[in-house]
């Protein structure tokens, strides 16, 4: 076990569709991220938390009204268990933990141990066995005490299972930010120390890479410190060190991850700029995103792949050679997954959506700043859109967080649009939105469309996805989309073809309208070859780029063995 040299720590890790371990970008990014490690023989770890009731099971009804059920599934047919045990302590009791594991298995059979971190065992107490039920479920004290589980206990965990190599720690997100003070305290018995030093501080920051994700303030996790008092055994630690663990009186993970770590990153260039600015003083660089092509890539096209273009699943930047791919079997191969798409729609709504009519997907979590009902806008305008530039139909999918009223509200409005456009204008919303769910939309679509207020979209991988299969997008300039978009080329820009932060909700509708009848659809329908030439280009310039394999090695270069 001492080949393994990285520990990556997420607090969701979406491994397969039937594991509910994720709930949305971050997990699947971390599995996208183990991914390309195993296929590159990077010697990594990883660690999260067993979800034994998931994130939820969305359901909708008529009305669009969001209901959330746990999800149950067979741990012990998906993960091999574990006679190895450690222990944290919360509130002053014991809390036993039992790692899970699953294997992730690269090309050439190189493997990335994956272990879940599960409470559920007879030797807790009661109130204890469920704290790792739920993703981001419970009050801030279920929280907190689930970071405990992660960080601190994640590392008992990798010393207990033998892993006594690790040189480095990637925290993806703020959530695993505890552990930074377990690494503390072992820099400090290495030196024969009691207490920490400022050379204890040094020693960690070199041990440690922090991920930021969202330039959303409230998506940073923090603790009034007399929660984490009654609840964290490192309170005398916090308390000794407030003046660098500590942000206006609490305990922020964020700043506790950028204080005690020597690489710090956003995940596209605009989003490490935006966190330079949020968090002046610090050293913030970017590797921006990628999602992982071998996993992300439609059956269709991946035979299209294996023929034209044999290495592409070692080496994602071989993507770069779909230029040569003959025109017409791009076409086909995109057909046969917007035919899968939408056979998915008509079993799920009853929808009878028509593979020869221009589809719009638009599919991520609900939430206010995504604005996903920003396509609706002028509804008028929409319907003359459908009548002279020519009919298209739209796609929609996402949940909110079940707090999340704006986000409740806007699968509403979603919802009541479907009924005001119909007939002229078919609008399909898919509940429960998933990783299989994810894989058939953005493949089987005509144009990927993101509407995101800037500057609120760090990266986006959902692009990315739909980049792969051959599928445009029209996106605000925000996230990657900054980095991918090449007007005409790759794809459409909505409202300044500059990186600039204009926050005007009606002149990005407008851009979006006249994008839609003046230049998409019309090349769609009168210029196929045009549009072929668009859709290639997606995948040669934007595939071979934005993908993990990339990620992967610029961490390797510039955060791993720096």
Known sequence: MGLHKVAYFSMEIAIQNVMPTYSGGLGVLAGDTIRAAADLRVPMVAVTLLHRKGYFRQRLDQKGTQKEEPVEWPVEEYLEGSTIRAAVTIEGRTVHIRPWRYDVVGEGGFRVPVFFLDTFLPENDERDRNLTDFLYGGDERYRLCQE?????????????????????????????????????????????????????IAAVRRRCVFTTHTPVPAGHDQFSLDLVSEVCEYYPDIANLKDILCYQGRLNMTYLALNLSGFVNGVAKKHGEVSSLMYAGYIID????????????SAPFRRLNDLYIPSWRESALSLRYALSIPGGEVWEAHIEAKHDLL?????????????????????????????????????????????????????FAGKAHPKDEGGKKLIRRVFEAQKELSPHIHVAYLEDYDMELGRIITSGVDLWLNTPEPPKEASGTSGMKAAINGVPSLSILDGWWIEGCLEGITGWSIGSNGPGIDIDRSKDALSLYNKLEDTIIPLFYRNREGYIKVMKNAIALNGSFFNTHRMIQEYVLKAYFR
């Open 343 to 395: 056979e998915v729609v008509r079993q799920k709504t009853g929808l009878p959506l028509d593979d020869s009519v221009f589809t719009i997907g638009f599919a991520r979590r609900a939430t206010a700043y995504k604005r996903a009902d920003m396509l609706f806008d002028n509804k008028e305008r929409l319907r003359a859109i459908a009548s002279n530039a020519g009919p298209f139909q739209l796609i």
């Open 148 to 200: 405990i589980i992660l960080g601190p206990g994640g590392f008992r965990v990798l010393k207990n299972l033998g892993y006594s190599a690790i040189e480095l720690f990637h925290l993806n997100e703020g959530h695993s930010s505890l552990l930074t003070l377990e690494v503390l305290r072992e820099e400090a018995a290495r030196a024969g120390r009691g207490t920490l030093s400022n050379e204890d």
């Open 286 to 297: 970017s590797i921006t995103n990628g999602v992982h092509a071998a996993t992300w890539t």
